[in-house]
C-alpha cells in the first residue's frame, strides 16, 4: 500500500512540473519582440543638404521593401541638383523608385555640381585677343586676356564701363548668369604739376638731359611753361608712377633734384623717405620681382647698368602674358627711346637689370 501511494504522488508531482512549464512556455511564446525590425515596417528617412546652410527638409516615413517615392527637389545658388546619395562623398543614388533595402533609419544627401557661366570681355575702346570665357561658380576667374590701347595702360578688368568692382584672376566667380567685364584704362602719360613750383629759363637749360619721349613735352613743371622731358629717367619715372597712383600733384623736389638719374638714385631725395621701396636685384630674380609688383597692381622703375657704367630708368607697366617669364613679355616705357617697347628690347642697349624702385 506504501508503494503505492508512493508511485501514486510521484506521478502527481511530475504532471504538476509538466503543467508549469507548459504554462511558461506558452507565455513567452505569445510576447513578440519590440526592437527588431521586418519588412514592411516603417522608417525614417532624413535629408541633409551637404553644404554650409541653416535650410532643412522635413522627414520622411518610408516602407521597408517599398520604393522611396517623392522626394525633395532641393535649389542651391550657382548649383545644379545632381540628385540623393547614401554618403556625402560618392555613395550610391537614391530615386523615387528605388526600393528601400535599409531596415533602420537613415540619411540622404544632396550632391551639387557648380554652374558654369559665360563672361564677355569689353575692351573699352581697346582691343583683345579673346573676347569671352567660361567660368565656374565659386571658383576663381583665372588668367583673364590683357587688353591693348594705344596711348593708354591697362588698368584691370571691372565689373562696370565705370566703377564698379575689379577682377583679379583669384577673384571668386559670384555671377550667375552672362556677365560683361570692362577694361578700365588710363593715360600712359598722365598730366602732371609740380607744387609750388617754377624755373628760369637758365635753369631749365641746366637741366643735363632732354628725354626724347613726345609725351613729356606736355608734362608741365609747376606753372611754368617748362615741360618735365628736360629731367633726369628716373625723375621722369617717378613721376609716371606718382600720377599713376593718383597723386597729380608732385613735390617740387621731384624736380629740383636733378641727379636722381646718378648713382645715388633715391638715396639723395629725402623728402619722401618712407614712401618708395628700393631693391637691388638681378638677372631672373629681378624679373620674378617685377611680375610679382605687377600683380599686385604695382607699377616699377628699373635701373640697367652697362659694363663701362652707365645707367639707364624705365618704367615697367605691364605684362603681355605667357607660361614662362621672361623680359620681353614685360611692357615698358622709356622716355629716353620711344622705339622700346619691352625690357628686353632696353636690355639689349643698355646692359643688365640692378636695381627695382616702386612706392610701397
Given at each position: 500500500?506504501?508503494?503505492?501511494?508512493?508511485?501514486?504522488?510521484?506521478?502527481?508531482?511530475?504532471?504538476?512540473?509538466?503543467?508549469?512549464?507548459?504554462?511558461?512556455?506558452?507565455?513567452?511564446?505569445?510576447?513578440?519582440?519590440?526592437?527588431?525590425?521586418?519588412?514592411?515596417?516603417?522608417?525614417?528617412?532624413?535629408?541633409?543638404?551637404?553644404?554650409?546652410?541653416?535650410?532643412?527638409?522635413?522627414?520622411?516615413?518610408?516602407?521597408?521593401g517599398k520604393k522611396y517615392g517623392k522626394l525633395p527637389k532641393p535649389t542651391r545658388k550657382?548649383?545644379?541638383?545632381?540628385?540623393?546619395?547614401?554618403?556625402?562623398?560618392?555613395?550610391?543614388?537614391?530615386?523615387?523608385?528605388?526600393?528601400?533595402?535599409?531596415?533602420?533609419?537613415?540619411?540622404?544627401?544632396?550632391?551639387?555640381?557648380?554652374?558654369?557661366?559665360?563672361?564677355?570681355?569689353?575692351?573699352?575702346?581697346?582691343?583683345?585677343?579673346?573676347?569671352?570665357?567660361?567660368?565656374?561658380?565659386?571658383?576663381?576667374?583665372?588668367?583673364?586676356?590683357?587688353?591693348?590701347?594705344?596711348?593708354?595702360?591697362?588698368?584691370?578688368?571691372?565689373?562696370?564701363?565705370?566703377?564698379?568692382?575689379?577682377?583679379?584672376?583669384?577673384?571668386?566667380?559670384?555671377?550667375?548668369?552672362?556677365?560683361?567685364?570692362?577694361?578700365?584704362?588710363?593715360?600712359?602719360?598722365?598730366?602732371?604739376?609740380?607744387?609750388?613750383?617754377?624755373?628760369?629759363?637758365?635753369?631749365?637749360?641746366?637741366?643735363?638731359?632732354?628725354?626724347?619721349?613726345?609725351?613729356?613735352?606736355?608734362?608741365?613743371?609747376?606753372?611754368?611753361?617748362?615741360?618735365?622731358?628736360?629731367?633726369?629717367?628716373?625723375?621722369?619715372?617717378?613721376?609716371?608712377?606718382?600720377?599713376?597712383?593718383?597723386?597729380?600733384?608732385?613735390?617740387?623736389?621731384?624736380?629740383?633734384?636733378?641727379?636722381?638719374?646718378?648713382?645715388?638714385?633715391?638715396?639723395?631725395?629725402?623728402?619722401?623717405?618712407?614712401?618708395?621701396?628700393?631693391?637691388?636685384?638681378?638677372?631672373?630674380?629681378?624679373?620674378?620681382?617685377?611680375?610679382?609688383?605687377?600683380?599686385?597692381?604695382?607699377?616699377?622703375?628699373?635701373?640697367?647698368?652697362?659694363?663701362?657704367?652707365?645707367?639707364?630708368?624705365?618704367?615697367?607697366?605691364?605684362?603681355?602674358?605667357?607660361?614662362?617669364?621672361?623680359?620681353?613679355?614685360?611692357?615698358?616705357?622709356?622716355?629716353?627711346?620711344?622705339?622700346?617697347?619691352?625690357?628686353?628690347?632696353?636690355?639689349?642697349?643698355?646692359?643688365?637689370?640692378?636695381?627695382?624702385?616702386?612706392?610701397?
Amino acid at each position: 500500500m506504501t508503494k503505492i501511494f508512493k508511485s501514486t504522488l510521484f506521478l502527481l508531482s511530475l504532471l504538476c512540473l509538466t503543467l508549469v512549464t507548459f504554462s511558461t512556455t506558452a507565455k513567452a511564446s505569445s510576447v513578440s519582440p519590440t526592437s527588431a525590425v521586418t519588412p514592411n515596417s516603417k522608417i525614417t528617412v532624413r535629408f541633409n543638404l551637404n553644404y554650409k546652410t541653416s535650410a532643412k527638409y522635413d522627414d520622411i516615413l518610408v516602407t521597408t521593401g517599398k520604393k522611396y517615392g517623392k522626394l525633395p527637389k532641393p535649389t542651391r545658388k550657382g548649383y545644379t541638383f545632381q540628385g540623393w546619395y547614401t554618403s556625402a562623398k560618392k555613395g550610391t543614388k537614391i530615386k523615387s523608385a528605388t526600393l528601400v533595402t535599409s531596415l533602420e533609419n537613415h540619411t540622404l544627401y544632396a550632391h551639387w555640381k557648380a554652374k558654369n557661366y559665360k563672361v564677355k570681355l569689353n575692351a573699352n575702346g581697346g582691343k583683345v585677343s579673346k573676347s569671352s570665357y567660361k567660368v565656374t561658380y565659386a571658383s576663381t576667374y583665372g588668367k583673364l586676356a590683357t587688353p591693348t590701347k594705344k596711348g593708354y595702360t591697362f588698368l584691370g578688368w571691372y565689373t562696370k564701363k565705370n566703377g564698379g568692382t575689379r577682377i583679379l584672376s583669384t577673384s571668386k566667380v559670384k555671377i550667375t548668369k552672362t556677365t560683361t567685364l570692362y577694361a578700365h584704362w588710363d593715360y600712359l602719360y598722365p598730366k602732371i604739376v609740380l607744387k609750388d613750383y617754377s624755373m628760369t629759363q637758365s635753369q631749365y637749360n641746366a637741366f643735363p638731359y632732354v628725354q626724347t619721349q613726345a609725351a613729356y613735352q606736355k608734362v608741365m613743371l609747376g606753372n611754368s611753361s617748362y615741360s618735365l622731358a628736360r629731367s633726369g629717367c628716373l625723375t621722369c619715372n617717378i613721376a609716371l608712377i606718382m600720377a599713376y597712383n593718383g597723386t597729380n600733384t608732385l613735390p617740387k623736389e621731384l624736380a629740383q633734384n636733378t641727379r636722381l638719374y646718378t648713382s645715388g638714385g633715391l638715396l639723395i631725395w629725402g623728402s619722401l623717405p618712407n614712401t618708395w621701396a628700393q631693391e637691388y636685384y638681378s638677372g631672373t630674380v629681378a624679373l620674378n620681382r617685377l611680375y610679382t609688383l605687377l600683380s599686385k597692381g604695382k607699377m616699377a622703375s628699373v635701373c640697367l647698368k652697362n659694363s663701362s657704367g652707365g645707367m639707364h630708368w624705365v618704367t615697367v607697366y605691364g605684362y603681355s602674358g605667357g607660361k614662362s617669364i621672361s623680359a620681353d613679355k614685360f611692357l615698358i616705357f622709356d622716355p629716353g627711346k620711344y622705339s622700346n617697347k619691352t625690357l628686353q628690347d632696353v636690355i639689349n642697349q643698355k646692359g643688365n637689370i640692378t636695381r627695382i624702385v616702386y612706392i610701397k
